[in-house]
């Protein structure tokens, strides 16, 4: 079994933590086995690979997602990435024909998709595991796999079976037919479909590959990777549930009776901290139900609440009821905010400082944290001049094909369209200040990511 996990959105319920550069699925406020703080992607990876299926798994994913996958999951992750945005039918497309016409996977192999942010036990990996044998069974276009819900729930879509077909192996509950699929209900529809044995979609499903080629065939879609990428802004902006999985003649559902639950506003995310306190804060003794998460170096009290969060890093501050905390995606809908945080491959950095003149000219100031053994792309802009002073660490500096030593207290002065590239000898600070019309991060123009490829090709050696 092939799988194929889907890495998208940008995720505004959990603001100012989640951007459009960093998802909810990558805030590290889990606690890991090892004590360490991980993500919800970091603990799912960890959990594909406790089972033996990440070496056979690769993550669909949007190009504004790569830097911090890489640096959350390391360079073998595979990563099959759009050429933009739309919506899951086309990504999982796009993943199909890498494994079809790159990896020359078999068209009868099961491939089967999940979300890369459930937050689940290893149970849910084998029943995960189950799904290739029950499309055997069954003979089903289609697998899926539905949580037995434990309470009426108006959060979740249901499967809901057909009850005018016996279900093949329904005394070992291995697998229901399924008849329709519905939308988020209110509380008293949904307690009548659990009483109909309705399962919560929790977005897992199976196919064979062949079953999908086909049917890119049909849609006259092409099927070969490369055609597929240079095609990709004609396919349909639409979810592959109603545009595959509904529209299928035989589904059925695998009833996965365990631990699921979805982190995907804050009431939920904190119900699986094991700390109350992230980041340089304090919460009273007198305060009930409080959680803090601070991402940046001052400090935050609490005194006295209930059942309150506190958010804090460079985006916002969010002081929210637990059960309001979902209501911040309405606040948020029409911000179009640049992030003020991004993880990269190499590091991460921090916005200090944006202004703007009265001239049209701005001055944006970064920190800039580059792990040791990692570099930035030699790269140049189009707009922007640069000066970068170095406040930690060493670094060996590329500069229009010139190498040099930097350490604590350099200062560089980066003229726009002189070619650049720094790597960490040691864990490497930078203060970097930006000066110029339009300071974005489109104005980069990268030539060569690999330091080895850089030295070889572009150093000019006396």
């Known amino acids: 079994m092939r799988s194929i996990l889907l890495s998208g959105g940008s995720g505004k319920r959990l603001w100012p933590l989640s951007n459009d550069a960093r998802s909810k699925q990558f805030l590290k406020v889990l606690r890991s086995p090892s004590g360490d703080l991980e993500s919800m992607v970091q603990r799912v990876w960890r959990q594909m690979n406790e089972s033996g299926l990440a070496s056979q798994a690769l993550i669909a994913t949007s190009l504004s997602q790569v830097e911090i996958l890489t640096s959350q999951l390391g360079e073998e992750v595979q990563l099959v990435v759009e050429p933009e945005r739309r919506d899951t039918f086309p990504a999982i497309a796009l993943a199909a024909s890498y494994l079809y016409s790159v990896e020359s996977v078999s068209l009868s192999e099961t491939v089967a998709v999940l979300p890369v942010d459930p937050f689940v036990e290893k149970e849910f990996f084998e029943a995960l595991c189950t799904l290739p044998e029950m499309m055997e069974k069954s ?9 037995v819900p434990n309470h009426p ?63 890119l065939i049909e849609m006259e879609l092409p099927i070969q990777y490369d055609e597929m990428l240079k095609q990709y802004g004609r396919l349909q902006k639409i979810s592959f549930d109603y545009k595959v999985v509904e529209q299928a003649k035989q589904v059925i559902a695998v009833p996965y009776n365990g631990f699921w639950k979805d982190l995907g506003t804050w009431n939920t995310l904190t119900e699986e901290m094991d700390t109350t306190v992230v980041g340089k804060g304090w919460i009273t003794a007198d305060s009930q139900n409080i959680h803090l998460v601070n991402e940046l170096n001052i ?27 979902p209501r911040i995606k309405e606040i948020l809908q029409n911000e179009d905010q640049r992030p003020m945080y991004e993880e990269r491959r190499w590091g991460c950095y921090r916005v200090l400082d944006h202004t703007r003149n009265e001239a049209g000219g701005e001055v944006l100031t970064k920190r800039i944290c580059i792990t040791a053994g990692r570099n930035l792309s030699y790269q140049y802009h189009l707009l922007r001049n640069e000066v970068w002073t170095v406040a930690s660490g060493e670094g060996e500096l590329i500069l229009n094909g010139l190498s040099r030593k930097i350490a604590v207290g350099d200062t560089v002065v980066i003229d726009k369209s002189m070619l650049h590239s720094v790597r960490a000898i040691t864990e490497l600070e930078i203060i970097e200040v930006q000066i110029g019309t339009q300071l974005i991060e489109e104005d980069i123009v990268r030539v060569c990511s690999e330091w080895k490829d850089i030295v070889q090709t572009y150093v000019r050696h006396a």
Do not use: R
């Open 139 to 147: 003979g089903a276009d289609m697998a899926l796999m539905g949580v």
């Open 299 to 325: 400090p935050v009290a609490i005194l006295g609440l209930s059942d309150v969060v506190v958010a804090v890093s460079p985006d916002g501050i969010l002081v929210s009821d637990k059960e309001s905390s």
């Open 153 to 215: 729930s108006e959060k979740y879509g249901y499967i809901i079976p057909d009850g005018d077909k016996e279900s093949s192996g329904m005394t070992a509950k291995e697998y229901i037919h399924v008849a329709k699929f519905q939308e988020k209900p209110c509380e008293s529809d949904a307690a009548l479909m659990m009483e109909q044995n309705a399962l919560w979609n929790c977005g897992v499903f199976a196919f064979k590959l062949g079953y999908l080629i086909n049917l």
